[in-house]
Structures are given as C-alpha cells and as structure tokens.
C-alpha cells in the first residue's frame, strides 16, 4: 500500500485533521490544476470544484476501501468533475479532426514562450474532453498509461490512442496558428 | 508499417514507454523519412509546450474553508446517506421543518376533532355535573338547568 492510501485510511480510523492536512497540501495544486485543465476552467470554478472534490475526501472518510490508490480515486473524482463541468458548459468549436497537413513544415520549437503558452492552452481547450484528459494527466501529472486508465474506467490501448491522437491534433492545430 | 504507426511509437517514446526494439526500428525510419522526423521535432516541442503551462494555487479562502471542515468534524462518525441527502438539499431544510410542523399540529387537531364528534369521547373529556347534584341544583332552581344558570347569572350580575 502507497503512502498516502494509508494516510487516508489512518484518517478515516482517526478523523485527525493533521492527516487531512498532509493529504490536501500534497495534492490541491495538482487536482486544482489538473481540473482547470481538463475542464477548461477559469480559477474560480476550478477552486469551487475543488471544494468539492475535498470535500468528498472528508466525507468519505472511514468507507473508502483500498481497491484503488488514493491518488487514483481522488483523481478519478477530480476528472469526472471537470468532464461535468466541460458537458454543462455550451458547447465549443471542437478541432477540425480531419485538418492534418501532412506536408507543414517548421518545428515547434518556440511552445515554452509566454505568448506561446497561451496558444498551446488554447489548443488543448479544442480538443475534445478525453483525448485532454489524457493529456493532461500524463504530461501534467506523470501518471503512466495504467494509472490513466483507471482513472478514465477505460483500456491501457485507448490511452495510448487518446494521447496520439490528441498530441497529433494539438500539433496541426498549433501549426495553423503558427505558421 | 505505414506513417501512421512509426508515428505512433512517437507518441510512446515521448512517454517513455517504448520498448529497446521498437525504439530501434523507429530510429531507423526517423533516419530515412523527413516528414516522420518534423513530426517527432514537433512532438517534443508540444511536449514542452504542455509541460510549461503557469501553475495556479488555490485561495487561502479556500484552504481555510476545507481545514475548518475537517476539524469539525474530528471525531464525529462520517456523514450518513440521509446527512450528505440534506446536506446536498440545504435550501430545503427549513421547508422541512415547516412540513413537519404542521403534520404535528394537523395531527393533534384532527385527534381533537374526532373526539368532540365522537359522543362517547365527549363523555369522556368533557366532565359533566353528577345525577345527584343535578338533582339538588334542580331543587333549589327549579325548571331546566339551563334555565338555572340563567338565574345564576342574573342573581351575579
């Protein structure tokens, strides 16, 4: 059992807050940030999403069972909350899947500057809900394709296929813009 | 193996999940195909790109709010299903007090209310002078008791 699966169930036995604590000061950037981006949020919905998604953590205290890490299952809530979050919204203009320009040129070597960064944000709020999720928790989060999986209740394959797939569009969509 | 696939393998040495034979093979078509090797460049750099997006933290209001949230509820036992039901109905509790008020109240005065229709509750609530001392008090007014007490009145007043 991981670290922090046992701090969670010593809480759940304990009700100490202190491990409450421990627990939230580890993850609520990383779930904060992770929602913003999977959901496409602004800091303030992803701050009231993250409300509730500790929230939960207090509530369910004492029943969570170890089937999953606690970092999955917190995970696991965090996402499905920012996919609710992305199907109340209306409805954006998804990327054009069929846009592949197989003969642009030109590396994308400038991503990392700041008028960039808006642009590759922007990318990912087009492409559609999963493939960012995917994306997210893998080049945000370092969570490898099994970890992802389970968060997203879906195979080790279509991870694979949803990060492609979601990189490759990023990418022609990047280079519309850039080029 | 077409673009398609070597593009693939891409996508999973970026996440370092290629396997040492298939990195081997990918190098080899990287070497020989310019398009697959932009491809691979751009990969990286959007990469980068993810990778580099500003963090953002979350309020103090917020912590503060979640840190007294679980402090209240040090020691207490989680909250049950019929807890988190009204919990997640707040704007309901009030008119369920309400509700609950005037079930009781409905309850008493439809329970009064057949008592005083029922004779024999009546008897049983409402006490009534005896036989004999509507016997004596006929005695010393005589005629209708009713009547009585309209002497009794007048003899007060």
Same mark, same amino acid.
């Given at each position: &059992? ?26 609520? +950037?990383? +779930?904060?940030?992770?929602? &913003? ?57 998804? &990327? %054009?899947?069929?846009?592949? %320009? ?75 813009? &850039?080029? | ?28 078509? !990287? ?13 990286? $750099? ?12 979350? $309020? ?10 679980? #402090?209240?509820?040090?020691? #207490?036992?989680?909250?049950?299903? !019929? ?32 008592? !005083? ?5 009546? #008897? ?19 005629? $209708? ?13």
């Amino acid at each position: &059992m991981d670290k922090d699966t046992g701090i969670y169930l010593e809480y759940g036995q304990t009700g100490n807050p202190a491990l409450f604590r421990k627990l939230y000061d580890e993850y609520k +950037v990383r +779930v904060l940030n992770t929602m &913003m981006r999977i959901g496409s949020l602004s800091l303030p919905e992803a701050e009231d999403l993250l409300q509730e998604v500790f929230m939960k953590v207090i509530q369910e205290r004492g029943r969570f069972t170890p089937r999953a890490k606690f970092s999955t299952w917190l995970y696991r809530i965090a996402t499905n909350r920012a996919f609710n979050a992305v199907r109340d919204r209306k409805p954006t203009v998804a &990327m %054009d899947e069929s846009l592949e %320009d197989e003969h642009a040129q030109g590396a994308l070597d400038l991503l990392v500057t700041g008028e960039n960064r808006e642009l590759v944000k922007k990318g990912l709020e087009r492409l559609n809900e999963r493939s960012r999720a995917a994306l997210v928790l893998r080049e945000y989060e370092e969570k490898s394709y099994s970890e992802i999986a389970e968060i997203m209740e879906c195979s080790v394959e279509a991870v694979e296929s949803l990060l492609f797939h979601g990189r490759s569009r990023l990418r022609e969509w990047l280079k519309g813009r &850039m080029s | 193996m077409m673009h398609e696939d070597f593009r693939k393998m891409v996508s999973r040495r970026l996440d370092r999940a290629l396997e040492a034979k298939d990195k081997a093979v990918l190098e080899a078509h !990287l070497a020989a195909c310019p398009e697959c090797r932009v491809y691979a460049a751009d990969m990286e $750099s959007v990469k980068k790109g993810l990778t580099a997006l500003p963090e953002e933290r979350p $309020s103090v209001a917020i912590d503060r709010f979640l840190l007294e949230k679980a #402090q209240t509820t040090e020691g #207490q036992r989680p909250a049950s299903i !019929l807890d988190r039901l009204l919990g997640a109905l707040p704007a309901l509790r009030p008119s369920l007090a309400y509700a609950a008020a005037a079930m009781v109240i409905g309850a008493f005065a439809g329970g009064l209310g057949f008592k !005083l229709s029922n004779p024999t509750h009546r #008897q049983a609530v409402v006490p009534f002078i005896s036989e004999e001392e509507a016997r004596l008090f006929d005695a010393d007014y005589p005629g $209708s008791i009713a009547e009585a007490l309209g002497e009794v009145r007048k003899e007060k007043l």
